[in-house]
């Protein structure tokens, strides 16, 4: 066959051409995601969105700013606003972190740092807690703090360089006091009888010995002892009420009240005083202890206070778990009932008001003023009673259509309509408290399923804070930086273990989190989510903390489902949930885009390959004809029937030669607008 060298030359001048648009296409390619990586570092570093006419934010604010203005306690504290003994600005180095001319604030207990960038002075960057100072000393101007390694600020050195040295008697002043607190003998006892009173064992003393009093109580009560030297007794000594049973139920009312009234004195001891004083079954204690000291006085004329020791029976209702949702059930219900109260008794009065104005005349006795009316009504309503005289059907056998009209309004009114709101109220408002603690009680079982799941990566805490702080993404992206802007104390722009493991116990989180190695590996993916020196920067760090939200979320309605797995429908709900979580699209599409992305690039590679392979096959065949021709021009390799054919290939080979890649990278793009 004859061989056309021009078509030859032509063909390995296309494929060179092929090959280089295959080379741009790569390129193009490797350079939208260099900019799309761009624009999500970008994303998560763009400057924060503030609505006009809300608080500014701050730098280094943490979870205090417009997210949380509703917030009690921000995950990242705040400066102290009370307490305050010193107050300065002054240049300041935690660890290794550059100096930086910041707020210093001193009280009691703590040394406020304020964050650099913050005008303001009230955003708090550390927290150093004067009990772990361990040693204070001066070097190159500058008043030296050492920390424990094992504390909250894990062995950090602090510098601050102040003027004078009246920021460091200060600090030494504040450091010994605060040691002598920490280390001093009554903290130790106060620390012991803490856990002796809320120990089990005496928690069912103290309930036993209620009990114990309040069938006393109720014994004195239905006895009625009287003292020997009574009149009755000396008349009767050998009677029930007589004899030993007054003394000695005196006796034991001595006892119990001194033991109640110790009880009390230590249980204010040990959760002196916040603590003691926000429990209202602690006030409720000793209001009834100082009405039992008051009557162990036997002052005359308040003997009736006597009864009041019979209320410490409700004690119980702090000790048992069903006892306490009851109470304070009826307790949530009493103010809502009281206003259907209110209403019943005003319709009480207007009917009480009209029913003396109709029959004062006819029975003076139970209509003749508005008390007298309000009692006839209330024997009624209560008892069904109408014995007065007015009655419905006279002696002749006719009908009084007055008091009958009045009766059939009393009755409606009050018993059909009044009542019947008081008990709708006080019923719905029980099984709302009831629903509220039934939702404490679950709530408690979720957390202490989330304390059992394994290789989370330790922030629960965090997370269960950040869920209730943050409604929208941006809004979460804000959080993600200020946080890692928080744990990132020295700016260096990327946080190791170290500084995760410090910046994390310094959230106000319930419970503090402890990083551990373990949980670090977890966070970082193994390795696969940081720099190869193990490091995360703020992208790393994002993608870390919405990983963990998502797998946080995908826990929680695990742990939800299997509480709710007698009731199918939720059961079902929430099942369906953490599947369509645990199937999200777009991190599939994340997935397979990069599969996509890396076989495009192998499949070009290969098309590079094979056309260096044709070009220098091609070159070999032209030298062998040549050779085999004498240098003469060498026959065509393909015919004038042939050509047609190789003229509709070469638009083909063309665009196959980048095997679809325009295609595949359009539907990278729309995957990535979806």
Request: hydrophobic share 50%; proline share 3%; with cysteine.
């Given at each position: 066959m004859p061989v056309n060298f021009d078509d030859v030359a032509e063909g390995a001048g296309g494929g060179v051409k092929d090959n280089t648009a295959m080379q741009d296409a790569i390129d193009q390619e490797r350079e939208e995601r260099r900019q799309y990586a761009h624009a999500m570092?970008?994303?998560?570093?763009?400057?924060?969105?503030?609505?006009?006419?809300?608080?500014?934010?701050?730098?280094?604010?943490?979870?205090?700013?417009?997210?949380?203005?509703?917030?009690?306690?921000?995950?990242?504290?705040?400066?102290?606003?009370?307490?305050?003994?010193?107050?300065?600005?002054?240049?300041?180095?935690?660890?290794?972190?550059?100096?930086?001319e910041v707020r210093v604030v001193i009280t009691k207990r703590n040394i406020g740092i304020g964050a650099e960038f913050d005008t303001s002075g009230e955003v708090m960057r550390d927290r150093l807690p004067l009990e772990e100072v361990t040693e204070v000393t001066n070097e190159d101007g500058a008043v030296v703090l050492r920390t424990n390694p094992d504390g909250y600020s894990s062995g950090r050195v602090y510098k601050f360089y102040c003027q004078g040295n009246n920021w460091r008697n200060l600090i030494e002043t504040n450091v010994k006091a605060e040691h002598a607190r920490v280390n001093s003998k009554l903290k130790v006892v106060r620390q012991v009888l803490r856990r002796y009173y809320n120990s089990r064992p005496y928690q069912w003393f103290l309930s036993t010995t209620i009990v114990v009093n309040f069938f006393l109580v109720v014994y004195e009560s239905q006895v009625q002892p009287l003292p020997q030297t009574d009149p009755f007794c000396v008349a009767d000594p050998g009677h029930a009420r007589c004899g030993n049973v007054y003394e000695n139920l005196q006796t034991f009312d001595i006892l119990f009240?001194?033991?109640?009234?110790?009880?009390?004195?230590?249980?204010?001891?040990?959760?002196?005083?916040?603590?003691?004083?926000?429990?209202?079954?602690?006030?409720?204690?000793?209001?009834?202890?100082?009405?039992?000291?008051?009557?162990?006085?036997?002052?005359?004329?308040?003997?009736?206070?006597?009864?009041?020791?019979?209320?410490?029976?409700?004690?119980?209702?702090?000790?048992?778990?069903?006892?306490?949702?009851?109470?304070?059930?009826?307790?949530?219900?009493?103010?809502?009932?009281?206003?259907?109260?209110?209403?019943?008794?005003?319709?009480?009065?207007?009917?009480?008001?009209?029913?003396?104005?109709?029959?004062?005349?006819?029975?003076?006795?139970?209509?003749?003023?508005?008390?007298?009316?309000?009692?006839?009504?209330?024997?009624?309503?209560?008892?069904?009673?109408?014995?007065?005289?007015?009655?419905?059907?006279?002696?002749?056998?006719?009908?009084?259509?007055?008091?009958?009209?009045?009766?059939?309004?009393?009755?409606?009114?009050?018993?059909?309509?009044?009542?019947?709101?008081?008990?709708?109220?006080?019923?719905?408002?029980?099984?709302?408290?009831?629903?509220?603690?039934?939702?404490?009680?679950?709530?408690?079982?979720?957390?202490?399923?989330?304390?059992?799941?394994?290789?989370?990566?330790?922030?629960?805490?965090?997370?269960?804070?950040?869920?209730?702080?943050?409604?929208?993404?941006?809004?979460?992206?804000?959080?993600?930086?200020?946080?890692?802007?928080?744990?990132?104390?020295?700016?260096?722009?990327?946080?190791?273990?170290?500084?995760?493991?410090?910046?994390?116990?310094?959230?106000?989180?319930?419970?503090?989190?402890?990083?551990?190695?373990?949980?670090?590996?977890?966070l970082i993916g193994d390795g696969a989510n940081c720099t190869p020196e193990g490091e995360m920067n703020i992208a790393h760090f994002e993608f870390m903390m919405r990983s963990q939200v998502k797998s946080y979320v995908q826990r929680n309605l695990t742990d939800i489902a299997a509480m709710h797995e007698e009731e199918i429908e939720q059961h079902i709900i929430l099942t369906s949930l953490r599947l369509l979580l645990m199937l999200d699209p777009s991190t599939r599409m994340e997935t397979l885009m990069v599969k996509v992305t890396e076989l495009s690039e192998d499949v070009v590679s290969l098309r590079t390959k094979m056309m260096q392979a044709v070009k220098r096959i091609e070159t070999a065949a032209v030298a062998v004809l040549k050779a085999t021709t004498g240098g003469a021009a060498p026959p065509t390799l393909m015919n004038a029937n042939e050509a047609p054919e190789r003229a509709n290939r070469a638009p083909v080979g063309t665009m196959g030669g980048n095997f679809g890649l325009p295609s595949i990278r359009g539907s990278i793009s729309e995957a990535r607008d979806t």
């Open positions: 570092s970008m994303r998560v570093n763009a400057p924060m969105k503030i609505d006009e006419g809300t608080v500014p934010d701050r730098a280094f604010e943490g979870f205090g700013t417009v997210e949380a203005q509703n917030q009690e306690k921000p995950l990242v504290p705040l400066m102290p606003e009370r307490g305050i003994l010193k107050d300065e600005w002054m240049g300041v180095e935690i660890g290794d972190a550059k100096k930086c009240t001194a033991f109640f009234t110790l009880e009390l004195a230590i249980n204010m001891y040990v959760h002196w005083f916040f603590a003691f004083v926000k429990n209202p079954w602690n006030d409720f204690d000793f209001c009834i202890v100082m009405v039992s000291l008051v009557n162990s006085a036997d002052i005359e004329g308040l003997e009736y206070l006597s009864g009041a020791r019979a209320f410490r029976i409700f004690r119980l209702a702090g000790k048992f778990n069903s006892l306490r949702r009851i109470v304070a059930a009826l307790g949530s219900s009493i103010l809502p009932m009281a206003n259907a109260f209110l209403i019943g008794g005003i319709f009480l009065l207007i009917l009480a008001v009209l029913g003396t104005e109709f029959f004062k005349m006819r029975d003076e006795v139970n209509f003749g003023t508005m008390f007298r009316t309000v009692y006839s009504l209330w024997l009624m309503i209560a008892f069904g009673n109408w014995d007065n005289d007015l009655p419905v059907i006279k002696e002749d056998g006719t009908v009084d259509t007055g008091v009958l009209l009045y009766l059939i309004v009393v009755v409606v009114v009050l018993l059909w309509i009044a009542l019947q709101v008081v008990l709708a109220v006080l019923l719905d408002n029980f099984i709302a408290a009831t629903a509220h603690e039934d939702n404490i009680v679950r709530k408690g079982e979720l957390l202490e399923a989330n304390a059992q799941n394994l290789n989370t990566g330790g922030l629960e805490p965090l997370l269960m804070e950040m869920l209730k702080l943050f409604d929208t993404s941006e809004q979460l992206g804000r959080g993600i930086k200020k946080l890692f802007y928080h744990l990132d104390y020295n700016n260096a722009g990327t946080i190791n273990y170290e500084k995760m493991y410090q910046g994390a116990k310094k959230l106000q989180t319930d419970p503090q989190i402890l990083v551990s190695t373990e949980d670090w590996k977890i």
